[in-house]
Every structure is written in C-alpha cells, then in structure tokens.
C-alpha cells in the first residue's frame, strides 16, 4: 500500500506543494490529540466569546486553530491564510507561494458528544508579483484551487485529498504516523437514494428545494418512484465523507435565518466542491456551480447542493421550475 509522499511524487506535485500538505496533514494529526483525549482533559464545552460570525466557539474550535496558525507560519511558502474563527487574513511569510483557507475544525457543535469533527482546506497560489497581501487576493473562484482537502477525526483519522489528478482517500497507521492510501481513485455514483439534509429547516427553504425534498420523501409513491434514506451528522465533513465513498446528495439550502445558506463559500463549500468535482460529482448553489463563483468576503456564505451528479443535476431543474 503505497503512503501519501509516494502518491504526490507519482502524481508530480512540486516538492514547495508537497511540503505544504505536509505541514497542514502534520497539524491535523497534533490536532487529533487533544480531540481524542476529550473530556479526561479540559478542551470539552465552549468559551465566553463569540467567533467573527457570531457563533459560539468552542474550546476545540480555538485549540484547532491556533495549532495550525502556527505550523502554517513555520513554513516559508506560506504566504497568508484565512481562516473560520478569525475576522482577517492573517499575513505569514513575504515570499511564500501559496495562500491557504480552512476551517480548523467544521462540525464543533459535535465536541461535547463524542461526534463527528474534520478540518477542511483550500490551497491557491498567491501572486508572485506582490510582497504583501490583501484580502481581495482571497476573491478568485474555486477554479484556481490548485490542492483542497479535509482530515476526518472519526474511528479512524483519514484525509481526503486531491492535486488536481482525481481524489484520494488515506488512512492514519497510528503505528507509524504515516498516511496510507486506502481509497484510491474516488468516483462517486452518479445516482444515489440517500440524502442529507437537516430536515428541521425544511419549511424556510425556497419552495423549489421544498418541493425536491417531498418528492424524496414520497418515494416509491411519488415521482421519483425509489424510496430513498436520510442521514445528518452535523458535521459536513462527516457526511461528506460518506457521499465521497457510496454516493448521496448533501445539502444546506438558504432559509430565513441564513439567507446565503450557512456554510462559508472559501474554507467549506470550496474545498469540498473541489475534492467532489474530482471525484466525478457535482457541487452547485442551486443554479450554478459553485467553484465558478467569485468570492467578495473572506467569510461569505453560500447555498450547497453538493455530491452525486444526477441528484446535483435534478435539483437544478427544481430550480429553473421544470
Ligand atoms: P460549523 O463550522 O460552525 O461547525 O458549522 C458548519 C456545520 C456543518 O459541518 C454542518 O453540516 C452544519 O453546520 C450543521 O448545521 P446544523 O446546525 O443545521 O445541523
Ligand atoms: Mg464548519
């Protein structure tokens, strides 16, 4: 079984690139520890102050972002990064070549139940031209995403990755911290009879989305003529995760208390548009795809409609009334 460095030199990732991914998937691994010692140290429950977006943040949200501030300010390619739980850019190396966003740990709400939890990023280059950044060097479309990836802390520690040349799942040996590639090659089914959507926002969807969601849920009454199953992790990645190995559709429309949708177009939808586009599904807002769209903030929000293609496709059509 081939490890993760083997599989970027066999997929010609420049060494600057695979150093980068390396300092990203080493933080992910230190993250994993305070994780996995949960409530037998004191990272559980949430602090008094409230993140940019106003959410609550969580102990683990905070502990997960500082540790990868500060391996991402180590390495020297590292020109700036945005992330979830801080209001600006953060300016690292003058001469580093790339610019990262993440989400240090997607899924918080799940850290006091002993639930699901990723980390998500994206990896663009910044300009060479520039010694110093600004946020509008953030505002190019996912397109220009040239690696993306999440680390799943579940039963096993996996990454999911992809260069450009397909995407890649690898498992932790916790014997030799080494990332092994043990799903090679995704290709996510086009069709799927499985959705994911939190379905106690159902009545403050548009009424296209509400119509899908019955037609779903008529099953073999209805037209879709095929029962169909439901699952909700309330972690993105978490069921991301699912949808990349078997197929499904997951959502998170715009709804009355987020009119743009909930999740963040730079350091969540992206990231994982990117690695689902590669596996040969789709991601879209509903009307267009969206790794075509240009971002204006760093922290922008954005409807999902993401995985299977046939499913991806069918809600489109929802859209347009057809
Ligand atoms: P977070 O970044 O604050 O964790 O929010 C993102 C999460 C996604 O991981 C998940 O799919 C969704 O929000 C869950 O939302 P809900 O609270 O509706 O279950
Ligand atoms: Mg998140």
Redesign the pocket.
Known sequence: MKNLYTQLEQDNVPKTLTLLIQSIVGACTEIATPINHGALSDVLGSLPDHNV?G?VQKKL?VIANNILIESLKKNKQVRAVAS?EVEDIILCNSFGKYLICF?P??????TDVNGSL?TIFSITSASPAQTEVSEEDFFSTGRSIIAAGYVLYGPSLMLALSTGSGTHIYTLDPSNNNFMLTHPNLNIPEDTNEFSF?L??QFKWPENVQKYIVDLQLGTDGIRKKNFNMR????????MHRILCKGGI?G?PEEKNFKYG???LLY?ANPIAFLVEQANGLASNGTTSILDTVPSSIHQRIPVFIGSKNEVLLIEKYALGK
């Not at 740990?105 to 799940?110: C, E, F, K, Q, R």
């Not at 909700?232 to 069921?239: C, E, I, N, P, T």
């Open positions: 977006q959410e949200d979830e989400d740990l997607d899924g918080s709400s799940n990723g939190n106690s926002n909700w992790l309330g972690a993105m990645v978490g069921d997951f998170y909930k999740l963040r969540e």
